[in-house]
């Protein structure tokens, strides 16, 4: 059989095993993802979010205005 044959089932093997072993249930991070509290975070991210769409809107109006003082 062809060398890269014989890799490609090994490695197919491989992937059914450990899908299956992980496909009991995994681990309970429960502990871990109840302690963490995203609020600020979210918060922080959407204020410069909307700090740099302020600024592409300034920047976009300022464009316009002066292709309108240009004529062109």
């Not at 491989?14 to 995203?38: E, R, Y």
Request: aromatic fraction near 2%.
């Amino acid at each position: 059989m062809n060398k890269h044959i014989k890799r490609g089932l090994a490695l197919v093997g491989a992937i059914v095993v450990s899908g299956s072993a992980l496909a009991d249930g995994g681990p309970d991070l429960t502990p871990l993802t109840s302690a963490v509290n995203f609020g600020t975070t979210t918060s922080a991210v959407l204020a410069i979010a909307g700090l740099l769409a302020s600024v592409y809107i300034a920047i976009k109006g300022a464009k316009v205005v002066l292709r309108m003082i240009k004529g062109g």
